[in-house]
């Protein structure tokens, strides 16, 4: 807005425009329920000149036909956490500690609630193991040792600072991993009007198929993408405004992503792969109407929202290379932390 062309756009799903209007409906029957909504994502945008005049449009909308990738309504991952060991041990555990503190304190109900506090600090709260009051470490010891819970006796007889939910978290997140790998494919459409008059210059369907390779590992993975798109657009060779020039380009590749293990944070991206255009009408003169280039994106994260993507094209027709350079900045509106 800060610039001499001026420009906002908005992106959002419909799920989450109704719970910015009715926070009741964040509850998990809902969150099912409202899946399609959930897959839709749509934006808009308007663009101004210095003086704040008018100067073009945007929209689009975009659906998830296929993902495999929401880790949060996946069955594979529920069922995973179910049978997951160190899971099952806490269960036995906190069954155990609940019957202890119910024999201990039949008649003491202040000694037994506080007893439970530390039970839930155990479980549920960030704080390292061997902070805890002396007492209960050594019953949490004493009964992880006669129940043989070898998952929460690493735990326990560390010294590091180690506790339930940091361990719990690890848990989920190398379960998580696999699922990365998972399908996902997205089919989606956006326009753009001319600058001085609502009146579509530019129309562009599109899908895009991406599946991971091999067995991800934390950090890094590979990933086959596939673009296709269908592109009307304005053919200025014709006096009148009109969509004539129509064309359809496919781009096939290989990306390779490495991650922060801490926090699962791209920080370096790669991208190699072909892209082949297919001018159906409006062709320019001296133009061809089909055309073939290799591509390569190497992406670095600067900081959390600033990247400099590096883009090289390469024309195997007439040996061109062509190299593109910028800084983007993404505005994430709310902190991550």
Request: charged content about 25%; overall charge positive; proline content about 3%.
């Amino acid at each position: 807005l800060t610039g001499p062309n001026k420009e906002l756009n908005f992106n959002s799903n419909p799920f989450a425009i109704m719970l910015k209007s009715n926070p009741n409906l964040a509850i998990d029957s809902n969150y099912l329920r409202y899946k399609a909504l959930r897959k839709l994502n749509f934006s808009f945008g308007i663009k101004l000149d210095p003086n704040l005049h008018f100067n073009g449009f945007s929209s689009g909308v975009k659906y998830a036909l296929l993902d495999y990738r929401d880790t949060t309504t996946s069955k594979l991952l529920f069922e995973n956490l179910q049978n997951d060991s160190l899971g099952k041990e806490a269960d036995e555990l906190q069954i155990e500690l609940v019957e202890y503190a119910q024999k201990k304190y039949p008649n003491d109900r202040k000694k037994l609630k506080g007893f439970m506090e530390l039970v839930h600090v155990f479980f549920n709260d960030n704080v390292p193991f061997n902070k805890l009051d002396s007492a209960f470490k050594k019953i949490v010891k004493e009964s992880a040792q006669e129940n043989h819970l070898v998952h929460i006796l690493k735990i326990v007889d560390s010294n590091s600072g180690s506790n339930m939910i940091t361990a719990e978290h690890h848990v989920f997140d190398s379960l998580k991993i696999p699922i990365k790998n998972n399908l996902l494919w997205t089919i989606g459409i956006s326009d753009t009007t001319y600058k001085d008059q609502f009146f579509f210059s530019n129309i562009l369907a599109s899908t895009e198929l991406s599946k991971g390779l091999g067995k991800t590992k934390p950090g890094s993975n590979w990933e086959f993408d596939v673009k296709a798109s269908a592109n009307l657009l304005n053919d200025t060779t014709v006096a009148n405004r009109n969509l004539k020039r129509s064309i359809f380009s496919f781009e096939p590749g290989f990306n390779y992503v490495i991650r922060n293990k801490s926090n699962d944070q791209s920080f370096l991206e790669l991208k190699f792969s072909g892209c082949y255009n297919h001018t159906f009408s409006g062709l320019y003169k001296n133009e061809k109407q089909d055309s073939l280039t290799i591509n390569g994106t190497i992406r670095v994260r600067i900081i959390n929202d600033i990247w400099i993507p590096l883009e090289f094209k390469y024309d195997p027709r007439s040996g061109n290379i062509f190299g593109f350079l910028n800084i983007r900045l993404n505005f994430t509106g709310q902190g991550k932390k």
